[in-house]
């Protein structure tokens, strides 16, 4: 492992989701984009927000908060999306994720990402990496590979949040397929 | 060739220059000596790996057409040609793969090799068995390269098996020395007329072969009467004719002349003989073929005068060295040097000048090679390039500059025209794929013991290179379908009154923007009865549905579908025809099959000429931007809502006297916001079936480059893609076969719907 790697492998891209913390490897994140004009293609699962032009490319984009079983992501200033790259059957491939806000890149020694604890929690430990403590809060470490893999909804918790989330009409209908 | 002229050749110590002596070098030894040439080459060049990339590129062609020529002389064994070039391709074959250092292939090949030699010479017939044992070396010499890349090990006990198999049948037919071939009483004829055998003459690319004949007249010649010049003016109806007096300045009046003659004809060896044959006893008579080896003529294209000159024994090559070093044209050194006569000099002139001719032909035939990467970074580059003029003539139009607006026409059409070229780039003729059949049809029946000939019509239509590509797998399970379920076993046909050969026909052929290539054979067809007693036993079909027999036919490309009774390891497993259906819609083409019961199935699959950029028509619906394929596009209509209101939702529209259905965009891709009044119907066409795309507004024609919308989205319904348009906006471009589908089978139902409302 080079330095840089090494660097790397203990940064993390820190964002808001619905008041939530979360985090992910810098090494996956190519770029943060504004949200530009969203082509978005119908007749798909409401998680898939449509496509981008980054630079001549076609980029989907997948919402994280329906993607994760949460409510959909909010439109705002902040919104933004983050360009990752995951492995999907053997192929390296961008993709666009639509989240809150994105926070800062936190540097996290691995003393201080611990496992998912096991008991105890209705987090859904399939697509979470670990938790990592920052002062006195709590980052959810995302596994993004695996959730942008995973057919359908990665839903986070068991118990399901989305329903218990405000729906915001106006926002409700870039996601929303009946 | 003398050792001399490699020498000559390292003079220049360019790259290519030493590879064309070590493989000169490895011409000359081949036969006798691979070993030392491969060992020579150790030392120099063959560390390189792009050059046994280049091995491999070259070999794994020339198998090919090994291939194709022994499926040829397998028809035609008596074809002298054939068997030539089938001798050619091991011999190329052995050469280079012992230059390359792929010791392996070069020592199976050279035994191969010398007992096609046997057979070129007549001395062993051509039989299907020789025809099968040198197939089967071809596929082990294929084994030998594949391993090579992959560094596994191919069977060595193969090998042996093939080359004792080989000696055997050679060992057989020369040791029953009643087989008497015409070809070995021909050389003998002609190895009495002129001390050589009558071996096949090289021709060069232009069909043409090329003699030297050397004429020394003794002093019986002049006491005859006759004369020189008549002798030439006979050679000169052959063909081109130089001919040069060569000791005429050296020595005036001491010995008789000599004459050199150097005859361009597409004549035989023989018809040049004959000139000479009533002169044989006057004088001495050489002729020399120039070009040796067809295959080997571009190492001859660079012979140097000093080289010719060595060769005839004009002059010594250290003599040529010893000139040489002095800086001036050779020639005219030489002739200072008095070594040569003026007339030596014209004459090996005249002979260097063939050499270069054969190479301006081979170079104004010849193609060059390119790796396809750079060719998909071509066409990405004119994709860019298209999308950027696109946004550079909006800007333009907007600015409504006048001086503006000539340069960013002359753009747009630079861009077509380019982008055009580009495509036509990347066109290759489907016969490549074609040819490879030819085996799979042999092998398959031989091992079925069906008799079928594949025929193959339109082999030079041109098609995209990676729609050639990904067309293989679904023509290989079709041509297997059709020996396998089709074609009858031959005694079978004979009760039924067909002939025995049953045949698996392959055409292509353009039309317009598409190809349509279709796979016929004259088999037992299909059954629509047995196919939908399988689709209801699979629950694809409820007894109660009616539906057409074309309809029923069109089953077979469901998933799991399989009627055959038995499954063969040839096919009948049930994956295949939707497996072909899907390779095909993925190559936004559209696969339809025929077939009368007892006499024929034919399928037919339409294909779009290119994937990467297309013609386009940009439409609207609602914000979002769509494009629609201009090929498919026949008309624009209006629709109102007057109209709408006359049919009672019912959703068709008489368009010249036909109720067309129509699909509209805003319903079935679920664009919120008002519909507009007026809405715009274009009419689209799919093999003969129509139908209408509603829409809000046509915005015109666009070039329009096709970017995958990636893995997530390989599912989304009545879409094949998208394009970047000029703005920056992504724009869909529509599946119009399944929105047509769509548009029918909706209709369909609201029909039946209606009807059983009425009842």
């Given at each position: 492992?080079?330095?840089?790697?090494?660097?790397?492998?203990?940064?993390?891209?820190?964002?808001?989701?619905r008041d939530?913390d979360?985090?992910?490897?810098?090494?996956?994140v190519?770029?943060?984009?504004?949200?530009?004009?969203?082509?978005?293609?119908?007749?798909?699962?409401?998680?898939?927000?449509g496509?981008i032009?980054?630079?001549?490319n076609?980029?989907?984009?997948?919402?994280?908060?329906?993607?994760l079983?949460?409510?959909?992501?909010?439109?705002?200033?902040?919104?933004?999306?983050?360009?990752?790259?995951?492995?999907?059957?053997?192929f390296?491939?961008?993709?666009?994720?639509?989240t809150?806000?994105?926070?800062?890149?936190?540097?996290?020694?691995?003393?201080?990402?611990?496992?998912?604890?096991?008991?105890?929690?209705?987090?859904?430990?399939?697509?979470?990496?670990?938790?990592?403590?920052?002062?006195?809060?709590?980052?959810?470490?995302?596994?993004?590979?695996?959730?942008?893999a995973?057919?359908?909804?990665?839903?986070?918790?068991?118990?399901?949040?989305?329903?218990?989330?405000?729906?915001?009409?106006?926002?409700?209908?870039?996601?929303?397929?009946? | 060739m003398e050792?001399?002229?490699?020498?000559?050749?390292?003079?220049?110590?360019?790259?290519?220059?030493?590879?064309?002596?070590l493989?000169?070098?490895?011409a000359?030894?081949?036969?006798e000596?691979?070993?030392?040439g491969?060992?020579?080459?150790?030392?120099?060049?063959?560390?390189?790996?792009e050059?046994a990339?280049?091995?491999?590129?070259?070999?794994?062609?020339?198998?090919?057409?090994?291939?194709?020529?022994?499926?040829d002389?397998?028809?035609a064994p008596?074809?002298?040609?054939?068997?030539?070039?089938?001798?050619?391709?091991?011999?190329?074959?052995?050469?280079?793969?012992?230059?390359?250092?792929?010791?392996?292939?070069?020592?199976?090949t050279?035994?191969v090799?010398?007992?096609?030699?046997?057979?070129r010479?007549g001395?062993?017939?051509?039989?299907?068995?020789?025809i099968?044992?040198?197939?089967?070396?071809?596929?082990?010499?294929?084994?030998?390269?594949?391993?090579?890349?992959?560094?596994?090990?191919a069977?060595?006990?193969?090998?042996?098996?093939?080359?004792a198999?080989?000696?055997?049948?050679?060992?057989?037919e020369?040791?029953?020395?009643?087989?008497?071939?015409?070809?070995?009483?021909?050389?003998?004829?002609?190895?009495?007329?002129a001390?050589?055998?009558?071996?096949?003459?090289?021709?060069?690319?232009?069909?043409?072969?090329?003699?030297?004949?050397r004429?020394?007249?003794?002093?019986?010649?002049?006491?005859?009467?006759?004369?020189?010049?008549?002798?030439?003016?006979?050679?000169?109806?052959?063909?081109?004719?130089?001919?040069?007096?060569?000791?005429k300045e050296?020595?005036?009046?001491?010995?008789?002349?000599?004459?050199?003659?150097?005859?361009?004809?597409?004549?035989?060896?023989?018809?040049v003989?004959?000139?000479?044959?009533?002169?044989?006893?006057l004088?001495?008579?050489?002729?020399?073929?120039?070009?040796?080896?067809?295959?080997?003529?571009?190492?001859?294209?660079?012979?140097?005068?000093?080289?010719?000159?060595?060769?005839?024994?004009?002059?010594?090559?250290?003599?040529?060295?010893?000139?040489?070093?002095?800086?001036?044209?050779?020639?005219?050194?030489?002739?200072?040097?008095?070594?040569?006569s003026?007339?030596?000099?014209?004459?090996?002139l005249?002979?260097?000048?063939?050499?270069?001719?054969?190479?301006?032909?081979?170079?104004?035939?010849?193609?060059?090679?390119?790796?396809?990467?750079?060719?998909?970074?071509?066409?990405n580059?004119?994709?860019?390039?298209?999308?950027?003029?696109?946004?550079?003539?909006?800007?333009?139009?907007?600015?409504?500059?006048?001086?503006?607006?000539?340069?960013?026409?002359?753009?747009?059409?630079?861009?077509?025209?380019?982008?055009?070229c580009?495509?036509?780039?990347?066109?290759?003729?489907?016969?490549?794929?074609?040819?490879?059949?030819?085996?799979?049809?042999?092998?398959?029946?031989?091992?079925?013991?069906?008799?079928?000939?594949?025929?193959?019509?339109?082999?030079?239509?041109?098609?995209?290179?990676?729609?050639?590509?990904?067309?293989?797998?679904?023509?290989?399970?079709?041509?297997?379908?059709?020996?396998?379920?089709?074609i009858?076993?031959?005694?079978?046909?004979?009760?039924?009154?067909?002939?025995?050969?049953?045949?698996?026909?392959?055409?292509?052929?353009?039309?317009?923007?598409?190809?349509?290539?279709?796979?016929?054979d004259?088999?037992r067809?299909?059954?629509?009865?047995?196919?939908?007693?399988?689709?209801?036993?699979?629950?694809?079909?409820?007894?109660?549905?009616?539906?057409?027999?074309?309809?029923?036919?069109?089953?077979i490309?469901?998933?799991?579908?399989?009627?055959?009774?038995?499954?063969?390891?040839?096919?009948?497993?049930?994956?295949?025809?939707?497996?072909?259906?899907?390779?095909?819609?993925?190559?936004?083409?559209?696969?339809?099959?025929?077939?009368?019961?007892g006499?024929?199935?034919?399928i037919?699959?339409?294909?779009p000429?290119?994937?990467?950029?297309?013609?386009?028509?940009?439409?609207r619906?609602?914000?979002?931007?769509?494009?629609?394929?201009?090929n498919?596009?026949?008309?624009?209509?209006?629709?109102?809502?007057?109209?709408?209101?006359?049919?009672?939702?019912?959703?068709?529209?008489?368009?010249?006297?036909?109720?067309?259905?129509?699909?509209?965009?805003r319903?079935?891709?679920?664009?919120?916001?008002?519909?507009?009044?007026?809405?715009?119907?274009?009419?689209?066409?799919?093999?003969?079936?129509?139908?209408?795309?509603?829409?809000?507004?046509?915005?015109?024609g666009?070039?329009?480059?096709?970017?995958?919308?990636?893995?997530?989205?390989?599912?989304?319904?009545?879409l094949?893609?998208?394009?970047?348009?000029?703005?920056?906006?992504?724009?869909?471009?529509?599946?119009?076969?399944?929105?047509?589908?769509?548009?029918?089978?909706?209709?369909?139902?609201?029909?039946?719907?209606?009807?059983?409302?009425?009842?």
């Amino acid at each position: 492992m080079s330095k840089k790697e090494i660097m790397q492998a203990n940064q993390y891209l820190t964002f808001v989701m619905r008041d939530e913390d979360f985090a992910i490897e810098i090494a996956k994140v190519r770029e943060v984009l504004d949200v530009s004009s969203l082509t978005r293609i119908p007749r798909m699962p409401d998680y898939l927000s449509g496509v981008i032009n980054l630079r001549g490319n076609v980029v989907p984009v997948m919402d994280l908060g329906l993607k994760l079983g949460m409510a959909p992501v909010e439109k705002t200033k902040n919104t933004c999306i983050m360009i990752v790259e995951v492995e999907v059957e053997g192929f390296e491939v961008e993709l666009g994720v639509l989240t809150d806000s994105v926070q800062m890149v936190l540097n996290l020694p691995p003393e201080a990402v611990e496992p998912v604890p096991k008991m105890g929690t209705d987090l859904n430990t399939d697509f979470i990496k670990g938790m990592g403590r920052q002062d006195e809060k709590f980052l959810i470490i995302l596994d993004i590979d695996t959730i942008l893999a995973s057919e359908g909804k990665a839903t986070l918790r068991e118990g399901g949040m989305a329903e218990a989330a405000p729906a915001d009409a106006e926002n409700a209908g870039m996601a929303d397929i009946p | 060739m003398e050792s001399g002229s490699i020498c000559e050749s390292h003079r220049n110590m360019s790259l290519s220059g030493i590879k064309k002596a070590l493989k000169l070098e490895i011409a000359a030894r081949s036969g006798e000596n691979i070993g030392a040439g491969s060992k020579a080459l150790r030392d120099g060049q063959m560390a390189e790996p792009e050059y046994a990339e280049i091995f491999r590129e070259e070999t794994s062609e020339l198998l090919e057409e090994l291939e194709s020529s022994l499926l040829d002389l397998e028809k035609a064994p008596e074809d002298l040609k054939l068997v030539g070039r089938v001798f050619r391709a091991m011999h190329t074959i052995k050469g280079s793969g012992s230059m390359f250092g792929f010791d392996e292939i070069a020592g199976f090949t050279h035994h191969v090799e010398t007992v096609l030699d046997l057979v070129r010479n007549g001395k062993v017939p051509v039989t299907n068995e020789l025809i099968d044992q040198v197939l089967a070396a071809r596929d082990h010499i294929k084994n030998l390269l594949d391993a090579s890349t992959v560094g596994g090990e191919a069977e060595q006990g193969r090998g042996n098996e093939i080359i004792a198999a080989l000696k055997a049948l050679a060992a057989g037919e020369t040791a029953s020395s009643g087989v008497t071939k015409e070809v070995s009483e021909k050389s003998s004829e002609s190895a009495a007329a002129a001390g050589k055998t009558g071996e096949e003459v090289p021709l060069d690319k232009g069909g043409l072969a090329h003699y030297r004949i050397r004429f020394c007249p003794l002093a019986a010649f002049a006491e005859s009467g006759l004369k020189e010049e008549d002798l030439f003016k006979e050679l000169e109806k052959l063909g081109e004719c130089s001919v040069f007096h060569t000791n005429k300045e050296q020595q005036p009046c001491s010995e008789q002349p000599k004459w050199d003659i150097i005859l361009t004809t597409a004549e035989g060896l023989n018809a040049v003989k004959d000139v000479f044959i009533f002169v044989e006893h006057l004088a001495q008579i050489s002729i020399k073929t120039l070009i040796e080896d067809v295959e080997q003529e571009d190492l001859l294209e660079h012979k140097r005068i000093g080289e010719i000159l060595v060769e005839r024994g004009d002059v010594m090559f250290e003599d040529v060295e010893r000139v040489l070093a002095q800086q001036k044209p050779l020639g005219k050194m030489l002739v200072d040097a008095k070594l040569v006569s003026h007339a030596q000099i014209e004459s090996a002139l005249a002979e260097q000048k063939t050499y270069q001719q054969n190479k301006f032909l081979a170079k104004s035939k010849g193609s060059i090679r390119v790796a396809s990467e750079k060719l998909d970074k071509l066409i990405n580059l004119v994709g860019e390039l298209v999308v950027t003029q696109a946004r550079l003539s909006q800007v333009s139009a907007s600015i409504e500059q006048n001086e503006f607006l000539e340069p960013v026409e002359e753009v747009e059409r630079l861009t077509a025209e380019l982008r055009d070229c580009v495509l036509d780039v990347r066109m290759l003729p489907i016969g490549t794929t074609f040819g490879k059949f030819s085996r799979l049809v042999r092998d398959l029946s031989s091992e079925l013991g069906k008799e079928i000939d594949l025929v193959t019509e339109g082999a030079e239509t041109e098609l995209d290179k990676t729609v050639i590509e990904r067309l293989n797998d679904p023509l290989i399970h079709l041509i297997r379908n059709a020996i396998d379920h089709g074609i009858e076993l031959p005694a079978e046909r004979e009760t039924i009154g067909k002939p025995r050969r049953g045949y698996v026909r392959l055409t292509a052929i353009h039309s317009g923007a598409n190809v349509i290539i279709s796979i016929q054979d004259d088999g037992r067809g299909l059954d629509p009865a047995k196919i939908r007693a399988k689709a209801e036993a699979n629950g694809l079909l409820t007894p109660k549905e009616e539906i057409s027999d074309q309809e029923v036919l069109g089953l077979i490309f469901a998933a799991g579908f399989s009627t055959a009774e038995k499954v063969t390891n040839v096919s009948g497993r049930g994956v295949g025809m939707d497996v072909v259906k899907s390779a095909i819609d993925n190559l936004n083409g559209s696969v339809e099959i025929s077939s009368r019961k007892g006499e024929d199935t034919t399928i037919t699959i339409t294909l779009p000429l290119t994937l990467a950029i297309i013609d386009g028509l940009l439409v609207r619906a609602g914000d979002t931007h769509f494009v629609l394929p201009l090929n498919m596009v026949e008309e624009c209509v209006e629709l109102t809502s007057a109209e709408i209101a006359r049919y009672h939702g019912r959703r068709v529209l008489p368009v010249r006297e036909h109720l067309m259905p129509y699909v509209r965009l805003r319903d079935f891709f679920e664009i919120e916001g008002e519909r507009p009044d007026r809405e715009q119907m274009v009419v689209v066409q799919m093999d003969g079936d129509r139908a209408g795309v509603v829409l809000d507004e046509v915005i015109g024609g666009h070039q329009t480059v096709i970017k995958s919308l990636g893995w997530i989205y390989r599912q989304a319904e009545g879409l094949s893609g998208s394009t970047i348009l000029g703005s920056g906006e992504v724009a869909l471009i529509i599946d119009v076969p399944q929105l047509v589908q769509r548009a029918h089978r909706e209709e369909a139902m609201s029909i039946r719907s209606r009807s059983a409302a009425v009842h």
